[in-house]
């Protein structure tokens, strides 16, 4: 007992002189991916962490240490910062399109000719694109919508100012509510997942003190990934408060989304072949394999793997 109240003593004399440093991350606070960065920084994470609505942008303007996005931004951002770096992927998600039934649509092929609301340039966009592909539908053949905010997708297609939405959770799901039985839902989960990642960047990690609070962040990270694995409905009241989405709705959408706590074995495959298509719609040269995998820091990762492990 007396070792045990001196070791606890220690314990907390060494925290207190070796303070992990506070964070601030970048998130997109409408989406369901964001689980475990708010679940984390929810008292798993030792220091103090500010979680402020954003994304990779915030970052590159040295607001925050670090940010999460689909996989499409940072390969539409890293053209113009070069320093940024995935070092998790926080979240895997299922795309959907759902669509009105009463619009003559039961498949992806009776998209043609059909108004789509999309967030453009977006994860979804791309999911919309290869979709299409498959289905053997130019883009050219659907009517592209850019649509923002997207929450209001749902009252959009039940109004008929569109016919279809292809979109992330939770706002597939609630348009497939706002539909009732007019609605139709086109799903390949083959033809692509979003990779939600946690970025950093090399500024960040050239501050030895914030690269190790971001090593301990991943393995709060990790931790959280694991409870919302196996004990899901603990954290819906939290995701509620945080993310302004009803239980119900949290728990209709999970499904379609994934927390493994690591960095997805094909990223690097995904990476390579999205960035045909980012590249040419921001009208340049795709960048090769070798240079997409710069990107990619496991270091951090593989440092507090190690650490949960002791």
Known sequence: ???????????????????????RIAGNMTTIELAPVLVAANGLYSGRVTVINGGIPNLMRGEVDAATNAETQLLRQSVDDPSLRVILTEAESFYRIVARRS????????????????????SAHYYLVKSLALAGVEESAVMVVPFMPITGMSAALKAHQVDAVAIWEPESENSAA?????????QNRTVYRELFNLQTSTKVLSDPAKRRALVEFLKSLIKASAGLRD????????????????????????????????????????MT????????????????RGQLATLIDRSLLEEAIRGVRK
Not at 103 to 122: E, F, H, P, Q, W
Not at 246 to 270: F, K
Not at 273 to 288: D, G, L, S
């Open 103 to 122: 619009a003559g649509i039961s498949s992806v092929k009776d998209l043609r000719g059909k108004k789509i609301a999309i967030a453009l340039y977006t």
């Open 273 to 288: 072949e999205e960035e045909q298509w980012v590249a040419k719609e921001t009208k340049r040269a795709p960048r090769t």
């Open 178 to 186: 706002a539909l009732g039985s007019d609605a139709i839902v086109l």
């Open 1 to 23: 007992m007396i070792l045990a109240i001196l070791f606890f003593a220690w314990a907390s004399a060494f925290a207190q002189q070796n303070p992990v440093p506070a964070l």
């Open 231 to 270: 004990r899901p409905r603990e954290f819906w009241p939290l995701l509620s408060t945080k993310l302004q989405y009803t239980e119900a709705v949290i728990e209709r959408s999970w499904p379609q989304l994934r927390y493994s706590g690591s960095i997805a074995a094909d990223l690097l495959d995904v």
